[in-house]
């Protein structure tokens, strides 16, 4: 996966409400284990039981152990990329890409030809894969495969908008580049490419709901 670019500062948005939400919550942590640990201060028997398994400096160390704020940072940001920015998107306005499409591309001069083409999606909030794989014009029976190079995601008030650079690696010709600027209209990804090859037309893809 590579790093995407966004057409908003919503990242650092995002970034400046994370780094508060986790001082808040370590205060509140903190809270809660300092009263607890003045409950385990205040039961002597507890205490010995402790001490009977451990150390006496191992106790008092857990006693006044406290959380710091860059660890819920650093816990809080990863869920949030990982898991947490699907569920957000009237927040935050970024699609979330993720999964199998399947469609076609036609070549500008040869409209008669669609070539069909898989793209495999995968994207947290910072970095984004795209796999695709399709059949050669010059090739039919010989699937070619490309991976983006360089990634970037533009939000708008109608649709969204995907674009990429990619290199793609032929069998037995020599690889080229290409660069696809493509409209996300919900279930379907669709506008221009061009290569060095060179060649431009159409794109079009669905996501694959199984």
Not at 61 to 76: D, E, N, T
Not at 133 to 150: G, Q, R, V, W, Y
Request: proline residues 3%; positive net charge; glycine residues 6%.
């Amino acid at each position: 996966m590579i790093p995407y670019s966004l057409n908003s500062r919503i990242r650092e948005r995002v970034l400046v409400f994370t780094i508060l939400l986790s001082f808040l919550l370590t205060i509140i942590l903190d809270n809660i284990l300092l009263k607890y640990s003045s409950v385990l201060n205040s039961e002597s028997d507890i205490l010995q039981t402790l001490e009977s398994f451990m150390d006496s400096n191992v106790v008092s160390l857990l006693l006044s152990v406290s959380i710091p704020p860059f660890a819920v940072l650093v816990i809080i940001k990863y869920f949030y990329s990982k898991w947490l920015w699907k569920k957000l998107y009237r927040f935050h306005g970024v699609p979330n890409l993720n999964g199998q499409w399947k469609g076609f591309a036609i070549r500008d001069g040869d409209k008669k030809v669609k070539r069909e083409v898989i793209v495999t999606i995968e994207q947290d909030w910072d970095n984004i894969s795209i796999r695709t794989t399709m059949l050669d014009s010059k090739h039919m029976n010989i699937p070619s495969f490309s991976e983006c190079i360089i990634a970037g995601i533009e939000t708008g008030v109608n649709q969204g908008k995907l674009k990429y650079s990619y290199k793609n690696n032929l069998a037995g010709e020599t690889s080229y580049i290409g660069y696809n600027e493509l409209l996300i209209n919900d279930q379907e990804i669709s506008g221009q490419y061009i290569t060095t090859k060179p060649t431009k037309g159409l794109f079009v893809i669905h996501k694959d709901i199984k």
